[in-house]
């Protein structure tokens, strides 16, 4: 009898030290984690293209919010990108993405 209890208190603890750490996998991301949608942007011009390309990212909190205050900065190799924050909609960044004076080839920021 003695052996079951012990068993018992045993098993009881494990359930509650497994709940504890199932609770911590399933609690919510903090607010602070910023989302970038799309995650990645993909783009491609003609030979000789002029024509700048423009693409927008929405930033938003894991939980859907207003993300906190941000900064982007470009590689200091990638004249071909202009980055700017749209000041009507602080949760979104515009890209313009210029082909023109670039040779052929593949470019990545």
């Known amino acids: 009898m003695r052996t079951d209890r012990g068993r018992l208190a045993f098993l009881a603890g494990l359930a509650l030290v497994i709940g504890c750490r199932v609770a911590a996998l399933l609690d919510a991301p903090p ?8 995650a990645r942007v993909v783009d491609s011009a003609l030979a000789g293209s002029g024509a700048t390309r423009a693409a927008a990212l929405v930033l938003s909190t894991a939980r859907g919010g207003t993300p906190p205050p941000w900064t982007a900065h470009r590689a200091a190799n990638a004249p071909w990108l ?17 082909p023109s004076r670039l040779p052929p080839g593949v470019y990545r920021d």
Do not use: F, S, Y
Not at 32 to 37: E, G, R, Y
Not at 84 to 93: F, M
């Open 31 to 38: 607010n602070k984690v910023i989302d970038v949608t799309p």
């Open 82 to 98: 202009a980055i700017a924050a749209d000041t009507a909609t602080l949760d979104t960044l515009r890209m313009a993405l210029d």
